[in-house]
């Protein structure tokens, strides 16, 4: 059975309802894949109004993940959470790969190549 995990610094301080609607669709997500999902941030090191500190955005690492498996889950998260929520394809640099480069939201501050979910910015859920 695959399931959701959390690495072992990351925080829960607080989950909104957004949050537990994300958590949801990651753990629908593991089923789907039939492959474990990481946390890699939740609460931890940010600040109000980041959706981060309030419990509104989650981070899922990608390592081991193929090019298929990120495609896939990307477009699986973006139809199940719909439009109030955001999930990014969050790499430091432009991916090689042309179906990969295609999908990236590039942060030159991103820690290594993950999903960043969050509550769609200037919306309220529910």
Known sequence: MNVVRAKADVQFATIAPAGFRIL???DAL??????DIL?????EAHTNPDP???GEAYDVGLVGWT???????LATLRATLGPAFTVLYEVA???????????AFVNPKAT???FHIQRTINTVYP
């Open 52 to 54: 981060h500190a309030t």
């Open 39 to 43: 946390l890699t941030c939740g609460t």
């Open 112 to 114: 290594g190549p993950h």
């Open 30 to 35: 593991a089923r789907t894949l039939r492959k």
């Open 67 to 73: 090019p298929a498996d990120i495609t896939t889950a």
């Open 24 to 26: 949801a669709a990651l």
């Open 93 to 103: 640099q432009r991916p090689s790969d042309p179906a990969l480069a295609a999908l």
